[in-house]
């Protein structure tokens, strides 16, 4: 059975910082990763995936995501964060064996810009 | 415009009775789900259809009961609320199964509030 782990309740940064969001995973078989972030009282938004190909996989604004299968891991990464990025982001985790497009999701990391 | 809706936004209502949330989505999408996310934001899935077809159906109450007249809306009904439902309740679709690539990409309504007094 597939599962994610995000180890960070909270990340806080600076504005005009790098930052990072961290996630782990355990599947059966090659992994299919996703990042969504959730703005407040909204649903959650698609950000990006991995499914094959580069480790390094670009999404929406500006953030982007490193898998690392030595390590399980599928970080979330921006080099400049902005205050409009505070947001709760969610790392999702499928895999082919998984019956009818289901994926886990994460308990989520809280990320907070300062100014 | 709106991709996936969701009525009621909000859901006020008293332990013992029975409530129905809407959902519907205009993008041509084979499957959709339902999740429960609770006050400390832990997302779970609790069913999925996929052409109006259950295709998932995880560990629920039969208290809650989902139904797809057709594969552009997916309805959840509640009977006899319990204090434990008060959660905000998301719908979801996705392109389908045909393609695993694409399958995953999860379109989210707004939510419903649903509070159980």
């Known amino acids: 059975a597939q599962s994610v782990a995000q180890p960070e309740d909270q990340v806080n940064v600076a504005e005009g910082n790098p930052l990072t969001v961290k996630c782990t995973y355990s599947?059966?078989?090659?992994?299919?990763l996703f990042w969504y972030v959730q703005y407040p009282n909204r649903g959650l938004q698609f950000l990006l995936k991995?499914?094959?190909?580069?480790?390094l996989v670009k999404g929406s604004y500006g953030f982007e995501a490193e898998f690392n299968k030595s390590q399980t891991s599928f970080h979330l990464k921006k080099p400049s964060a902005l205050v409009s990025d505070s947001a709760l982001y969610f790392c999702?985790?499928?895999?082919?064996?998984?019956?009818?497009?289901?994926?886990?999701f994460g308990s989520g990391t809280r990320l907070s810009i300062r100014p | 415009d709106t991709a996936v809706s969701q009525t009621p936004k909000y859901l006020v209502t008293q332990m013992g009775n029975d409530k129905s949330i809407k959902c519907e989505q205009n993008?041509?999408?084979?499957?959709m789900y339902w999740y429960k996310q609770d006050s400390k934001k832990f997302l779970k899935i609790m069913f999925s259809?996929?052409?109006?077809?259950?295709?998932i159906n995880e560990t629920v109450p039969n208290r809650f009961s989902p139904k797809s007249p057709d594969k552009a809306h997916l309805n959840l009904h509640i009977n006899s609320l319990e204090l434990g439902d008060s959660a905000v309740y998301f719908c979801?679709?996705?392109?389908?199964?045909?393609?695993?690539?694409?399958?995953?990409?999860?379109?989210f309504g707004p939510g419903t509030r649903l509070t159980v007094t």
């Open positions: 259809y996929n052409n109006k077809e259950l295709i």
């Open positions: 979801a679709s996705s392109p389908g199964l045909a393609n695993p690539a694409f399958s995953y990409e999860q379109y």
């Open positions: 999702a985790v499928s895999d082919l064996y998984s019956s009818a497009s289901k994926i886990i």
């Open positions: 991995y499914i094959t190909g580069d480790n």
């Open positions: 599947v059966s078989g090659n992994p299919y």
């Open positions: 993008l041509g999408h084979d499957t």
